[in-house]
């Protein structure tokens, strides 16, 4: 999973082609951290969409500014723009599964 930060973020994913699933996470956050080795699974077997990682503990102004209010979270993006997210008690395999397949 690329690892993103306030200084890349734009790059990464605002100015990325086709699909971007970010998960928003922090340190302090057991759910997310539990969920981790899902999303890493997931990346395996959907190629075609870049997977990153974002700690809002380091970019909180900038989980905020993407409307992340709480955690855990992920969000779907294509083209820059913002699609789908999936958080609190949806966020699980099956859920992110679900989203990414529906905007494949």
Known sequence: MF??????FDK??????????????SDGCEPCKALMPDVEELESV???VKFCKLNTASAR???IKQK???LPNISLYKDGEKLDEVTKENANKEGIEEMI???L
Do not use: I, P, Q
């Open 3 to 8: 690892v993103l930060d306030k200084d890349n």
């Open 12 to 25: 990464e994913v605002f100015e990325a082609k086709g699909l971007v699933l970010v998960d928003y996470w």
């Open 46 to 48: 959907y190629t075609d």
């Open 61 to 63: 102004r900038l989980a």
């Open 68 to 70: 992340v209010m709480g």
């Open 101 to 103: 397949k529906k905007h």
